[in-house]
């Protein structure tokens, strides 16, 4: 694996979507407290948005293991459309998420609060979606190469 082959947006995005994956298995995404019971839940405990946001997430990793990989598979779209799509998707959905709250509400003493990662989550999402296009800017960088600007009018011979 040669991660050197990834250029700064391919960086952040497979980096914070690797962030994601390892924060969603934290207890810090929701709390349901009862009386004097608490219980905490992480990111897969939650509905289907939120399923499908880390399997998102999951996506942009493996994307970003075979681009840096030695393989020669090529993807049938380029790679920052992955990484924009599912960052702006991943974003949308923990956005929802964090706007909507539980489906379980609060009712009968039982308290349903939403947790800091789940808070900072579209964050990252956020951060998907930027390194996705960051790296369509790279790319477009690298297809336009820089040429020199045009040469002005010659200089004048010295004076005798």
């Known amino acids: 694996m040669d991660m050197s082959r990834w250029g700064r947006g391919e960086r ?9 994956l390892i924060l969603s298995f934290l207890p810090l995404w929701a709390k349901v407290e009862a009386g004097p019971v608490t219980q905490r839940f992480n990111a897969w405990d939650f509905g289907m948005d939120v399923l499908l946001a880390m399997l998102l997430a999951l996506a942009v990793v493996i994307v970003g293991g075979i681009r840096a990989s030695d393989t020669n598979v090529s993807l049938p779209i380029p790679a920052w459309q992955i990484y924009l799509g599912a960052g702006a998707l991943i974003t949308l ?14 009712a009968f003493g039982i308290e349903v609060s939403r947790g800091p990662l789940l808070l900072l989550s ?9 390194g996705g296009y ?21 200089a004048p011979p010295p004076p005798v």
Do not use: M, N, R, Y
């Open 134 to 154: 960051l790296d369509k800017s790279e790319a477009e960088s690298i297809a336009t190469p820089h040429t020199a600007p045009p040469a002005g009018p010659p």
């Open 12 to 20: 952040i995005a497979v980096a914070s979507s690797a962030a994601l």
């Open 122 to 130: 579209p964050l990252l999402g956020a951060a998907i979606a930027f």
């Open 93 to 106: 959905l923990l956005l929802i998420q964090v706007i909507a709250g539980s489906e379980f509400g609060s």
